[in-house]
């Protein structure tokens, strides 16, 4: 299980981009990494995954490095409802989707 | 389309006693997963199933228990309830294959509380 460290917080200004690190040197490699992110009183949230090149979605884009030990996520204007937990895992197995292990993830306090 | 469910929202227990939790996945979706998540900490892998058989088991005593039925369902069974068990539970369904696969989704989880 590959092992992740992440940033216990961070803060950012409304409208400002954010980036998330995160780094993930005992990845194996055909694990995929994870994000996801969890808001206040509901279950966690998948934000965006990839393998080895930059994805991105309508949420969030993700920077893979190219050792792959290490990724950042990025939130180009953050909202107050980016406000939340932030998880960033390769899941158990490499692709064994459902199988997903969570860290202490990165608390995210955007203000207004 | 209705998301994951979960019953029930909330639940308190006694030591000693035993739950059921039940998970009712997006429509479609063959795979379900459990989580555990204690305050203040990131949800812990419990069990997943997929065509109703076992597929994946975290670091769990066999207290824990679960099943997935025919209308892929599931059902999260804790024997001999301890304080320490007492924590969200998540359920997380994903379809398999597909665009949208290697997503999982969460449903808002059940509050157990051991007293």
């Known amino acids: 299980d590959a092992k992740t460290t992440q940033p216990n917080s961070m803060e950012s200004n409304e409208e400002e981009p954010v980036h998330l690190p995160c780094n993930h040197s005992?990845?194996?490699?055909?694990?995929?990494i994870h994000w996801y992110r969890q808001l206040p009183s509901q279950g966690p949230e998948y934000v965006i995954h990839g393998l080895t090149s930059n994805v991105n979605n309508r949420m969030a884009s993700l920077a893979i490095a190219e050792d792959r030990k290490s990724s950042t996520l990025i939130l180009h204007r953050a909202t107050l409802r980016d406000a939340a937990v932030y998880y960033c895992?390769?899941?158990?197995?490499?692709?064994?989707?459902?199988?997903?292990?969570f860290g202490q993830g990165t608390i995210l306090t955007v203000h207004p | 389309d209705a998301g994951v469910t979960q019953s029930p929202t909330h639940l308190i227990k006694t030591r000693g006693q035993h739950v059921t939790l039940r998970c009712s996945p997006i429509?479609?979706?063959?795979?379900v997963s459990w989580y555990q998540q204690v305050l203040g900490q990131g949800p812990q892998f419990i069990f997943q199933y997929y065509e109703k058989e076992e597929r994946g088991r975290g670091n769990f005593p066999d207290r824990f228990s679960a099943r997935q039925f025919p209308n892929y369902s599931s059902e999260l069974n804790v024997n001999a309830l301890l304080l320490g068990d007492s924590a969200l539970y998540l359920c997380?369904?994903?379809?398999?294959?597909?665009?949208?696969?290697?997503?999982?989704?969460f449903g808002p989880g059940t509050r157990l509380t051991v007293l």
């Open positions: 997380a369904s994903s379809p398999v294959g597909g665009r949208r696969v290697g997503e999982q989704f």
């Open positions: 895992k390769p899941p158990r197995g490499g692709t064994s989707y459902g199988k997903l292990t």
């Open positions: 429509s479609g979706h063959k795979s």
């Open positions: 005992t990845i194996s490699g055909t694990d995929y």
